[in-house]
T-cell receptor, first 110, second 117 residues
Framework: GEDVEQSLFLSVREGDSSVINCTYT??????LYWYKQEPGAGLQLLTY?????DMKQDQRLTVLLNKKDKHLSLRIADTQTGDSAIYFC??????????FGPGTRLSVLP | EAGVAQSPRYKIIEKRQSVAFWCNPI?????LYWYQQILGQGPKLLIQ????????DSQLPKDRFSAERLKGVDSTLKIQPAKLEDSAVYLC???????????????FGPGTRLTVL
């Protein structure tokens, strides 16, 4: 079955880069997503990447996809205190539902 | 544009009691989803509606959970009777349409946090 794994915690200093990693098992995943969840709020889509791409950049966010290793990463440049949240990786195969990882709690230290 | 609305935001009940959650999706969104998010885990899909029809309820514990979307707009999710392990955040999401296209952005509501004592 499908499975998405993430490390549960990450701490970085303000201004540094954060790298959040994710591994998935379904090689037929069509899209891979990163969502952000702030306390008491629902999930907010940050970015997504199509499986035939290796990299996608959007302002401070860079997504890297290694299809061979089934590894996805999210890099946040110049991390700010407002980036503190839980970040979810999710995969979606064509015609199937989303499968979410357990989330990585990012703490940004001043 | 108003987002996905959910109520109540918090609910505390005792085991074996019943509870209902309400969701109002973004106007014009045909697809509506209910997710269960247990503390420390990612959301797990319970049920997906396309207008007022059920597309997928394979992970819905049908002996105690039920959901409806009678007019294809608002939806309610009910648990009867509740168990301790039902303590979680129940998230509602909606999207324009999900005809099987892979990329279909879901917009999430703030969730209802249920505590079963």
């Amino acid at each position: 079955g499908e499975d998405v794994e993430q490390s549960l915690f990450l701490s970085v200093r303000e201004g540094d880069s954060s790298v959040i990693n994710c591994t998935y098992t379904d090689s037929s995943s069509t899209y891979l997503y990163w969502y952000k969840q702030e306390p008491g709020a629902g999930l907010q889509l940050l970015t997504y990447i199509f499986s035939n791409m290796d990299m996608k950049q959007d302002q401070r966010l860079t997504v890297l996809l290694n299809k061979k290793d089934k590894h996805l990463s999210l890099r946040i440049a110049d991390t700010q205190t407002g980036d503190s949240a839980i970040y979810f990786c999710a995969e979606k195969e064509y015609g199937q539902n989303f499968v979410f990882g357990p989330g990585t709690r990012l703490s940004v230290l001043p | 544009e108003a987002g996905v609305a959910q109520s109540p935001r918090y609910k505390i009940i005792e085991k074996r009691q019943s509870v209902a959650f309400w969701c109002n999706p973004i106007s014009g969104h045909a697809t509506l989803y209910w997710y269960q998010q247990i503390l420390g885990q990612g959301p797990k899909l319970l049920i997906q509606f396309q207008n007022n029809g059920v597309v997928d309820d394979s992970q819905l514990p049908k002996d105690r959970f039920s959901a409806e979307r009678l007019k294809g707009v608002d939806s309610t999710l009910k648990i009867q009777p509740a168990k301790l392990e039902d303590s979680a955040v129940y998230l509602c999401a909606s999207s324009l349409d999900d005809t099987g296209l892979a990329h279909n952005e879901q917009f999430f509501g703030p969730g209802t946090r249920l505590t079963v004592l």
